[in-house]
């Protein structure tokens, strides 16, 4: 599955405040189990607004790991705050199929 969030960087700061933290703290997340790795896309147009996925074998695994109290990951995420504003997407299942450039699907 996947967690899909939209990231918006306030006045003053830079995609590259936000990526910073995003590395640390998905370090820490991805050492949980069904953990499936993460990406952060800047906006054509618009350098200010990011789009962050975080890919998981489940959602019963993302949530275990979101019930699990981390204070480490709780410290960067607080210390991120301030200088961006998170507006969560949604929660994907990965698709039923994929249509690839070949005409082919999976």
Not at 26 to 44: C, F, V, Y
């Amino acid at each position: 599955m996947k967690y899909i969030f939209q990231v918006r960087i306030k006045d003053g700061h830079t995609a590259e405040d936000y990526a910073e933290a995003w590395v640390k703290a998905s370090e820490i997340i991805q050492r949980a189990p069904g953990a499936r790795g993460t990406e952060l896309h800047r906006k054509i147009g618009d350098d200010k607004t990011l789009i962050a996925i975080a890919s998981w074998d489940s959602k019963a695994q993302r949530d275990a790991m979101e019930n699990q109290h981390n204070p480490d990951v709780a410290e960067i995420i607080r210390g991120a705050a301030p200088f961006c504003e998170i507006t969560p997407l949604g929660e994907f299942e990965d698709p039923e199929w994929v249509v690839l450039p070949s005409g082919k699907t999976t």
